[in-house]
């Protein structure tokens, strides 16, 4: 059902947006740009994440299984990673270039520089737990010890015959760090332009309805603005 959903999708609700965003005349350019471009990052999601990859979470273990026909096609799971990577945040690219650095096509390696965990991946998929889910042809990628994926972790790991000491904890502190600063911007500039926009036409000549509904508009965005912070 999940794999005929973006078929569903694409022959129905996504052309029926498209269209109501083409009769709306009165739109702005900009603002008509900015949701269509929206409209094609849902269409990706939609085919990406139903169809193609079909990424499943199994808590509490820490483990994404990856049922779609790019996982069951081919044995290289590093290269499903970093398809993975990209598409899931495409902004956060800081782990994508290290994984890009490492010969490795083991799914372990994914988990020793993204989440610094050590650990054996063949061993852990053997689990009966685990095994009846790498049966059915996907791929399972382990990223963290069993019950506890979401504490950061300090290591010494073996990789191809020599030996890497990661700090989890100042790493991924690091690649947090550098993830806001690189989209941290970006929401802040729109809004501070958004709040201008918005009482630049609050102070224009208008009807009494419209003001109010400027001003109305005004409160509740700021309002929003204020939750979210």
Request: with cysteine.
């Amino acid at each position: 059902l999940q794999m005929l959903l973006p078929i569903f999708n694409t022959l129905t609700i996504h052309p029926a947006m498209l269209f109501l965003l083409w009769e709306m005349s009165g739109m702005g350019k900009d603002i008509r740009m900015a949701y269509f471009l929206k409209k094609l990052m849902l269409f990706f999601f939609d085919w990406c994440f139903n169809f193609t990859l079909r990424l499943y979470g199994n808590m509490p273990y820490a483990t994404f299984y990856c049922g779609g026909p790019i996982c069951k096609m081919t044995e290289f799971r590093m290269q499903i990673g970093v398809l993975a990577l990209h598409a899931i945040v495409y902004s956060f690219n800081i782990i994508g270039f290290v994984m890009f650095g490492w010969e490795s096509e083991d799914a372990l390696e994914i988990g020793r520089v993204g989440h610094a965990f050590c650990g054996n991946y063949k061993v852990n998929v053997e689990e009966c737990e685990l095994k009846w889910m790498s049966d059915r042809g996907g791929r399972l990628f382990v990223y963290g010890a069993f019950g506890d994926p979401q504490y950061f972790k300090t290591g010494m790991f073996s990789s191809h015959g020599r030996s890497l000491c990661v700090n989890g904890f100042i790493s991924e502190l690091k690649m947090l760090g550098v993830t806001l600063l690189l989209i941290g911007p970006i929401p802040i500039i729109l809004t501070i332009d958004s709040v201008r926009w918005l009482n630049t036409y609050r102070k224009v000549s208008m009807s009494n309805r419209t003001h109010q509904m400027t001003t109305q508009l005004l409160s509740v965005f700021l309002w929003q603005v204020r939750r979210f912070l």
